[in-house]
């Protein structure tokens, strides 16, 4: 991680190495945070945070859900968003605010303590699309389930959420895979570890419904209405561990991976192994939309 710029902490902006919390914050030990993942990309016209009010509602619909009380209103977040990343003079950088339960009194019940914020930026050019901008990841089908609603608020982007991802992930990895896809408690495709999926089979295009307990992820969202502005549309059904095996096509999708490309699912080889058409014209349009070269949808950027 390169230290750049500086990390705004409850309202001031720190230097990054300074950034520092306690070690006996409450979230630390008790996953009580809720956070964001955001882009700003280094458009022709300058540099520009992608879908930022879409961003700043789901930080805040993940603090209600879990009863956090948000010490700032929606127009400081934003405000403090835009100003981090002026301040970290980079062009281009991923985005993480983050709200959580801070130090003060230890134990369960997270509420006798401050709720703190941070917003941080950083260089991160291939997020977590390494394996799949370019040729295509090599997915497993994680032992693990999917956590879902019954259990804690899946809609939420909570910490809490993330121990059971990152099971998935490690499994994955430690198998020489890049990546997991998760199935929920009833045996329907779910999400990855930390991104949608979509599966292209005779060109139809299809992704699980938010019911099979994927987060409600914003570049799914952008995905789906770049298809249908171009006249395509996007089948929402449940989809089984099979319909992966036979698919032509796999991608996924997150602000970290952006588009990426899905070659292999287990032993198995989707469609020729190869990035598929489909995926590689989506990942060239969702670019251009993010760099601002569609006018289409010049008002997800909020330059900076
Ligand atoms: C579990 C999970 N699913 C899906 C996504 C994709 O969401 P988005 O496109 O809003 O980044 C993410 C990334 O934030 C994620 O962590």
Redesign the pocket.
Same mark, same amino acid.
């Given at each position: 991680m390169k230290e750049i710029g500086k990390i705004w902490m409850n309202g001031k902006l720190v230097p990054f190495k300074d950034a520092k919390v306690h070690v006996l914050t409450h979230a630390l030990h008790y996953s009580t945070s809720i956070f964001e /993942?955001i882009r700003c990309y280094n458009t022709p016209n300058g540099s520009a945070v992608f879908r930022l009010s879409e961003h700043i509602d789901r930080f805040f619909k993940s603090s209600k859900l879990y009863s956090m009380k948000m010490p700032y209103s929606k127009k400081e977040i934003s405000k403090a968003i835009l100003k981090t990343v002026k301040t970290s003079g980079l062009k281009e950088c991923y985005i993480r605010p983050i709200a959580y339960y801070g130090y003060g009194t230890m134990g369960l019940t997270p509420t006798g303590n401050k709720v703190d914020v941070s917003i941080a930026c950083w260089e991160w050019a291939m997020g977590e699309s390494k394996a799949g901008k370019f040729s295509g990841a090599k997915c497993k089908v994680s032992s693990w389930i999917k956590i879902d609603s019954r259990s804690q608020p899946m809609q939420a982007?909570a910490a809490a959420n993330y121990s059971n %991802?990152a099971l998935a992930r490690v499994e994955a990895l430690e198998n020489g895979y890049d990546e997991a896809i998760m199935l929920n408690l009833n045996g329907k495709v779910a +999400?990855g570890s %930390? +991104?949608?999926i979509f599966i292209v089979k005779d060109d139809i295009i299809q992704t699980p419904p938010l019911s099979a307990g /994927?987060?409600e /992820?914003? !570049?799914?969202d952008s995905v789906i209405q770049i298809i249908e502005e171009n006249g395509g549309f996007v089948i929402e059904r449940d989809l089984e561990r099979d319909d992966l095996y036979g698919a032509d096509e796999i991608f996924m !999708? /997150? !602000? %970290?991976a952006e588009v990426k490309s899905v070659t292999q699912i287990d032993k198995v080889k989707i469609g020729n192994a190869k990035m598929g058409k489909i995926t590689k014209a989506l990942q060239k349009s969702f670019k251009d939309v993010a760099m601002g070269k569609d006018e289409r949808f010049l008002s997800w950027l909020t330059f900076i």
């Open positions: /993942g982007k %991802a +999400e %930390a +991104e949608n /994927g987060l /992820g914003i !570049t799914r !999708t /997150g !602000t %970290a």
